[in-house]
């Protein structure tokens, strides 16, 4: 089974991006290893999902919001690469979550975007090694951005 397939079996749907305001590339290729720059917790519509955790938004909702991420950045990977079944497994995400100084939660919200690409990769290739810490403010006051580096087949 194809990870687009997959993502239809889980019920998945990509969002739509809008353009990038920054001077940045969205993914680069270097050999054997595809670099993703931070993407941020969009709705199907490409709408921001915005707030702050322990403030404005549940933990389940961060966590949503980070699934969301995870989502923005195979749009990208697709994009990029024509096809995401080249890629291999993952091997690192940095997720940054808006919160309140006070927030403790942050590995339980970046949860949403590891769950994700374990139901695409499985275990030993979709589980990478991660970072997940809190941010005092992120563009637009999304809930969450998320990076990411993947292996190449």
């Known amino acids: ?11 998945y749907r990509l969002p739509n991006i809008p353009p990038s305001k920054g001077i940045y590339k969205s993914c680069l290729v270097d050999g054997k290893h ?21 403030k404005d938004i549940s933990d ?3 966590k ?17 690469l024509g096809d995401l079944d080249k890629i291999k497994r993952v091997i690192k995400l940095l997720g940054m979550v808006n ?26 290739n979709g589980k990478g090694v991660r970072s997940a810490v809190g941010m005092g403010s992120l563009p637009n006051n999304v809930s969450v951005e998320i990076e990411a580096m993947f292996e190449l087949k």
């Open 60 to 62: 389940e909702a961060g």
């Open 64 to 80: 949503a919001a980070a699934r969301q991420c995870g989502l923005a950045i195979l749009v990208s990977l697709k994009k990029e």
């Open 99 to 124: 919160a309140v100084p006070e927030y403790e939660k942050h590995p339980v919200v970046i949860n949403g975007c590891s769950e994700l690409f374990v139901e695409l990769w499985g275990d030993d």
């Open 34 to 54: 595809v670099y993703v720059s931070g993407h941020v917790s969009l709705n199907e519509d490409g709408s921001y999902i915005t707030g702050k955790l322990g």
């Open 1 to 11: 089974m194809t990870i687009e397939e997959k993502l239809l079996e889980l019920g």
